[in-house]
């Protein structure tokens, strides 16, 4: 089902720029991707969806499509030959089924690069999502309680 879209012009790039939402900027990008790289944005863009259907859109630096919950999930870049899907705190979940490919080095993200004709592994990948937000979510939860300690302490 497509999303009407209402005061967004045929200029490629402009147009995301008067998108008013996250939402709108990223549906901007994908149709002037116009290519794979949109097809597979699109597509990942619908399994972080379906993993977490409470995941929150953003539009960050000079447009890179951004998923949050209670921190940054992921992001989808795209390049002339890959669309890369960069976990934010990628090397700190297990990857079972090895779907990390790219940004490997580093001690914090890892990311996944996904090349024109590849497929998705689709329930490695929202299990992988899946774990980014339970790992969002007990460092958030894990940081709440310090309050709720020093006054249960005190009863």
Not at 44 to 71: C, F, M, N, S, Y
Not at 76 to 86: H, L, N, P, R, S
Not at 142 to 148: F, I, T
């Amino acid at each position: 089902m497509k999303k009407a879209t209402t005061g967004v012009n045929k200029t490629g790039s402009k147009e995301a720029k008067g998108a008013s939402s996250a939402s709108q900027h990223i549906d901007a990008r994908i149709r002037e991707l116009g290519d794979w790289r949109g097809e597979m944005l699109a597509r990942i863009r619908t399994l972080i969806k379906q993993a977490d259907p409470e995941v929150v859109e953003e539009w960050k630096w000079r447009g890179v499509p951004v998923w949050e919950h209670d921190g940054i999930i992921c992001t989808g870049e795209t390049y002339k030959a890959v669309v890369k899907m960069t976990f934010a705190k990628g090397a700190s979940l297990a990857d079972p089924s090895g779907l990390f490919n790219s940004s490997l080095e580093g001690n914090t993200r890892r990311a996944i690069d996904f090349h024109e004709g590849d497929k998705i592994d689709e329930k490695a990948l929202k299990a992988l999502i899946r774990e980014a937000v339970a790992l969002n979510t007990s460092k958030r939860a894990a940081a709440r309680p310090v309050g709720d300690r020093k006054k249960s302490s005190s009863a």
